[in-house]
């Protein structure tokens, strides 16, 4: 069956600030570095990462906001990458995004109701007002927004942090798309509401078979939710494998640093953590070798010349580091 | 037992606002903290756990009014200060590291600059000299290294700016600090670095720590012992191992119930139905009663009063009460 | 806490308009004054336009029943004059301080939403027209074109646009980057609705506030002009009557009605625009409600001192 989404070695690099006086070369910052990846219909993939390691670059590049330097973007079987126009317009009806932060991503003086028509409106779908306000109702009810009618009028500061977030989803279901991209969409949230939040995305996938790219720095919150973890470090994936296979058996050693950094809610299971030291290099000087040798803690000589390639575990699980091909 | 550090009995803070009711923020909240203890104070976001911090500084804004209780530290009855008094007590005796804080620094003033300026504000008597030499030592203290006290906040990571942050909480050498959400809006390894520092810090100064968060995991890492706030009220307050291990108000329990275990990856979230009261609409019974799973006919009426299952773990909840 | 955005609904609007003293009253002046400019006609007890028959004692009448606020060198009823001047005041104000801002938030919509080389050539021709002080290229302007009530609301309104451009690209700069803009653009939204949709009306109230204040500045221009003997002679202005007093030696005369009843008018329209432009920025931005040097809020408040408990 053809996956709902493949990119192949995709790259986003951007220019860091303009050539000037003293380099006639503008530097490049590496956002999304060389990204292989197959989503199937109705998958729910997690990429993990810390901030800089160009997971929101790729939603963006995703969305066809932002063009790729190289590489291509398969959705359906088709290939998108260059699309432009019309036919990109038509693209973006089906894959649709939830930002974090929900106090944010809505327009504080439109409606429930004009927020969540807004993308019929821009898509000239339904012209039809009766329709398009059953529509409007359908998605809000999808989104758990019950009864739909009296959410229609109200202003987003009428509306608690949880409920903004299913006006943003339901916005994101009204045009029916078939990929979901999901940024950090509970993190903003109170603990008591994320579950919440989080079935109702899982309802959604099970009820319409959408794919769901979530992406996060905690795996805490996908532990249960996601079918696949993808870990990214400096633009690439350093691991790829089923939910179970990443957190029980993880073998990058910068997966094993970010699960062992997770604070466990048991004081029974106190450890000693394993912290890594230093914050992401920003991706324009990037370490030669493996671009994670300065911060690992088992590194060797050869991770400062050889870039990993990535080594197959499993039918499903994946490592680009040198020291798990032994 | 020698006295407490800090000792906060019966504290009610009252909010009042043009054209409504009185709100409730705090409502007879109590608890010690000994010299070197970390308490985690929990719940969600508007349960009164910001306002109970800053009414222990004596920092409410206008609108807020300590009504009754007593805050001693060392003995000491800090409501009962006269203002001057009260300002020598902030920042040299308890320092607070405030929410979202880190995004406050002024952008065209170094790092260095701003945190010689609180250290001056305190200690009048120091030189310029000296007090830069204090700024040194405390960069260094918290990792950052006193060659970057040039530089300014745009030049500094999230991690970095929120470590500043901590160096000039820590100016004065105060015996507590309140943390509030510290770790909020960082990412997990600057989250782990943070609180490692912070860890560190309490076991080498002998800090006594107030986590203030919403973050379970952070706490039971962390923590001596925590109180659990609901709608101003403490719903548990006990050692952390009971509560995460022997939680016995609903409130805790579902509020573990909804937070991710990574040793557990398979046990599914759960969520609290509705929303916390508004301070201002309590209801009459337990404030947590209309979301309760365990909720029954008393406690639409009554309002349980703190029981005491062992002298350090008590709990506000009928059914604990009937048990024992 | 989040901040809240500067967002008001109507209602909440007329709340927040009806408690603020300032905007009502500088509401109320306006419509005082609006109301004398519509109903001039049946207000004023004399035709300014009408001829009169002018003898010596008609000239530089005191105030007295007659004349209420005497006559001027022509013999005309001063209050009459000063009735039908408030509608050049108006008039010149409103139209000008329209188009004004046409082009104000026009061209700084465009930069700030635009930006890049766009950007960049407006503000340049923005600081430009701002180093050039508009009265004198006005009054040159005007004297070389003829002085009609049409030429001097033109350019009063084509050069009094640079502050409003300024407010306008700084503020559609920082909704611009606003989350909101960021999922519009996912849904696949082009320009033209974000700026319908996103953009403009959140640029709204700043617009209105700042026309409210311009209109101040464009009656401040006309009088000045018309003082300075650039006005349309076929219509009565404040400026005029001033003009007309001081050349025509009501100093000498000591005259004074003739010169504190149109700069009464001057004082009252523009402190009438000014206090509601202030009042309504007040209420469409609470923000600014708050000043840091003019009220320290009470950090501490302990109704009495507390009996320690033993």
């Known amino acids: 069956m053809t996956p709902a989404l493949r990119l192949v070695s995709l790259k986003k690099h951007f220019a860091a600030g303009r050539a000037g006086f003293f380099h006639r070369d503008p530097r490049l910052v590496h956002a999304v570095d060389g990204i292989s990846l197959e989503v199937a219909h109705g998958e729910i993939l997690a990429l993990v990462g810390e901030s800089g390691c160009g997971k929101s670059t790729l939603a963006l590049t995703l969305l066809g906001l932002e063009k790729p330097t190289s590489g291509e973007i398969h959705f359906e079987g088709t290939d998108v990458t260059h699309l432009r126009g019309a036919a990109l317009k038509d693209m973006h009806r089906r894959i649709q995004m939830v930002f974090q932060d929900p106090y944010e991503s809505l327009n504080p003086m439109m409606t429930v109701e004009e927020a969540v028509a807004e993308p019929l409106e821009v898509h000239s779908l339904l012209k039809n007002s009766a329709a398009r306000r059953t529509r409007v109702i359908q998605a809000l009810e999808d989104a758990g927004l019950k009864p739909a009618d009296s959410f229609l009028d109200r202003l987003p500061h009428q509306l608690s942090g949880g409920q903004r977030q299913r006006v943003v989803i339901a916005a994101a279901l009204v045009l029916e798309p078939t990929i979901l991209l999901a940024d950090e969409p509970v993190s903003m949230l109170d603990v008591s509401i994320r579950a919440e939040i989080l079935n109702l995305l899982a309802e959604i996938r099970a009820r319409r078979s959408i794919t769901i790219l979530f992406i996060t720095h905690d795996f805490g919150t996908i532990a249960h939710f996601a079918d696949r973890i993808a870990v990214m470090y400096l633009g690439r994936i350093v691991e790829i494998g089923a939910t179970e296979e990443v957190l029980r058996d993880p073998q990058h050693p910068y997966t094993q640093a970010l699960l062992s950094a997770v604070p466990v809610p048991n004081p029974r299971l106190r450890q000693k953590r394993l912290i890594l030291q230093g914050e992401t290099p920003n991706p324009i000087d990037l370490p030669s070798g493996c671009r994670f040798h300065p911060r690992c803690p088992v590194a060797e000589d050869r991770c400062r010349l050889t870039d990993p390639p990535a080594v197959p575990l499993s039918a499903t699980h994946s490592a680009a580091c040198l020291l798990v091909e032994d | ?324 | 806490m989040t901040d809240q955005p500067t967002l008001i609904t109507g209602r909440a609007f007329w709340r927040g308009f009806r408690r603020n003293r300032i905007a009502v009253a500088g509401l109320a002046m306006l419509l005082i004054a609006l109301a004398a400019a519509v109903f001039a006609p049946a207000v004023a007890p004399y035709d300014p336009y009408a001829p009169v028959a002018i003898t010596v004692e008609s000239i530089y009448q005191r105030p007295g029943p007659a004349h209420w606020l005497g006559t001027d060198d022509a013999g005309k009823d001063v209050l009459s004059n000063f009735i039908f001047g408030a509608r050049v005041s108006l008039t010149v104000g409103i139209f000008a301080s329209f188009i004004s801002v046409v082009i104000g938030g026009l061209i700084g919509i465009s930069a700030g939403y635009f930006g890049g080389r766009l950007e960049r050539w407006l503000m340049r021709f923005t600081d430009f027209m701002l180093v050039i002080p508009d009265l004198p290229l006005i009054v040159v302007i005007v004297a070389i074109t003829r002085p009609s009530l049409t030429n001097i609301i033109l350019v009063i309104g084509l050069l009094g646009w640079t502050t409003t451009a300024r407010l306008v690209r700084s503020q559609t700069l920082s909704i611009k980057e606003r989350k909101f803009v960021l999922r519009a653009r996912s849904i696949g939204a082009g320009h033209l609705h974000i700026l319908r949709r996103h953009i403009f009306p959140l640029v709204l109230p700043l617009l209105v506030v700042n026309s409210v204040l311009i209109i101040s500045l464009a009656i401040l221009n006309e009088s000045t002009l018309s003082f300075l003997g650039l006005s349309d002679p076929t219509r009565i202005s404040w400026g005029q009557m001033l003009n007309y007093a001081f050349e025509r030696g009501a100093m000498s005369s000591r005259a004074w009605w003739v010169l504190v009843t149109p700069g009464f008018g001057i004082v009252w329209l523009v402190l009438g625009f000014t206090l509601l432009g202030h009042g309504l920025e007040q209420v469409l931005n609470p923000r600014t409600e708050w000043h840091h040097l003019t009220d320290h809020p009470r950090m501490v408040s302990l109704p009495a001192p507390l009996n320690p408990q033993p």
């Not at chain 2, 030189?127 to 300014?152: K, S």
């Not at chain 2, 952070?218 to 109180?227: N, T």
């Not at chain 2, 009426?301 to 773990?313: C, F, G, M, S, V």
């Open chain 2, 1 to 324: 037992m020698t006295s407490p550090l800090l000792d906060v009995r019966d504290l009610s803070v009252d909010f009042h606002l043009p054209g409504r009711p009185p709100g409730h923020a705090v409502s007879r909240v109590g608890f010690t903290l000994q010299p070197g203890e970390a308490m985690g104070l929990v719940g969600e976001s508007g349960c009164g756990k910001t306002t109970l911090s800053l009414a222990l500084l004596r920092l409410l804004p206008p609108q807020g009014r300590i009504v009754s209780g007593s805050v001693k530290f060392n003995g000491r009855e800090l409501l009962a200060l006269s203002e001057p008094e009260m300002a020598n007590v902030r920042w040299k005796d308890i320092s607070m590291i405030f929410q979202g804080a880190m995004n406050a620094l002024n952008p065209v003033a170094s790092i260095g600059a701003q945190i010689s300026e609180a250290v001056r504000r305190h200690y009048s008597f120091m030189t310029p000299v000296e007090a830069r030499t204090r700024t040194a030592e405390l960069l260094d203290m918290v990792g950052i290294g006193a060659a970057r006290a040039g530089q300014y906040p745009h030049q500094y990571s999230g991690g970095m700016r929120q470590r500043a942050m901590i160096a000039m909480a820590l100016a004065c050498s105060p015996q507590i600090v309140i943390a509030d959400e510290p770790t909020t809006a960082l990412d997990v390894m600057i989250q782990a670095q943070i609180l490692d520092l912070l860890d560190r810090l309490r076991r080498e100064l002998g800090l006594a720590v107030i986590f203030v968060t919403h973050d379970l995991g952070v706490v039971a890492e962390l923590c001596d012992k925590v109180l659990v706030m609901y709608a101003g009220v403490t719903a548990e307050y006990a050692g952390v191992d009971e509560i995460y291990n022997q939680p016995r108000h609903p409130y805790t329990q579902e509020l573990l119930k909804a937070f991710p275990d990574l040793s557990r990856p398979r046990a599914a979230l759960n969520s609290i139905p509705g929303y916390p009261p508004r301070i201002d609409a309590l209801p009459p019974g337990c404030r947590f009663a209309p979301r309760c799973p365990a909720v029954f006919d008393r406690c639409h009426i009554d309002q349980p009063a703190l029981h005491a299952l062992t002298p350090e773990h008590l709990a506000a909840c009928h059914l604990v009460e009937s048990e024992s």
